[in-house]
């Protein structure tokens, strides 16, 4: 009968235990990805980072980066703890505790994401499809400028774990009724987070009470 490892003291978080889900063959070789959610530096050691492995797989010794706000630095993993104790790899789904060496925690912050390196990249502008939920029904459909930078109007973004702010230009609206619209826009960060295509967020701002959207292209504004 396997022993489990005790768990280090220095990953012990009491983590709420969560739902492991089945992992077909084919995400199984999905580079790694995980979200930071919270983060605290032990002396000597580096920083712990914590949060829900989106994909892939990481194990001790591996060389991670963690990716995001202008901090994109490669650490490698000393220890690894979820919900099972200390153990040698974490996979999608589980919440685990990294211990990266070499780690400053004023190189961490809530937002990043860890990752394989080069697998994903940092940036602060994209294109994304849009639906927009509107807190009161008008007679007649606003008009989408409200969705210009012309307009002052600063938006806040949900992406992963970050929470930014940034505007949105109106490339194209899709279509819209009188309780929700969608359109395409373009749209511009005020920090760098991890950006790649079909990644899902979601966007606030005073006159809208919610709108998701997907990102369908990363990089500058293409005109014309």
Same mark, same amino acid.
Request: hydrophobic share 40%; aromatic share 4%.
């Given at each position: ?15 709420? @235990? ?5 992992? @077909? ?9 995980? @979200? ?19 994909? $892939? ?35 999608? $789904? ?22 394989? @390196? ?94 998701? $959207? ?11």
């Amino acid at each position: 009968m396997a022993t489990k490892k005790p768990l280090d003291p220095a990953l012990d978080l009491t983590l709420k @235990p969560g739902t492991l889900e089945k992992i @077909p063959g084919n995400i199984r070789l999905a580079k790694f990805l995980m @979200p930071i959610e919270d983060f605290f530096f032990i002396t000597g050691r580096g920083t712990v980072v914590i949060g829900q492995v989106e994909r $892939g797989t990481v194990k001790v010794g591996d060389t991670v980066a963690c990716i995001g706000f202008g901090k994109t630095a490669e650490y490698i993993v000393t220890l690894i703890s979820t919900e099972a104790g200390q153990v040698d790899k974490a996979k999608k $789904g589980d919440k685990a505790s990294l211990l990266l060496r070499g780690a400053s925690n004023k190189n961490i912050v809530r937002g990043m994401v860890v990752a394989t @390196p080069n697998s994903v990249a940092e940036n602060t502008e994209f294109d994304a499809d849009i639906t927009a939920i509107r807190k009161k029904v008008p007679e007649l459909i606003p008009h989408l400028e409200d969705l210009k930078p012309a307009k002052k109007v600063e938006l806040t973004f949900y992406i992963r774990t970050a929470v930014v702010t940034g505007t949105m230009t109106l490339i194209k609206a899709l279509s819209h009724t009188t309780t929700k619209l969608t359109a395409s826009v373009h749209v511009k960060l005020a920090k760098s987070v991890a950006l790649e295509k079909g990644l899902s967020f979601t966007v606030r701002s005073s006159n809208l009470q919610t709108a998701s $959207g997907t990102v369908t292209r990363v990089g500058k504004l293409i005109k014309g």
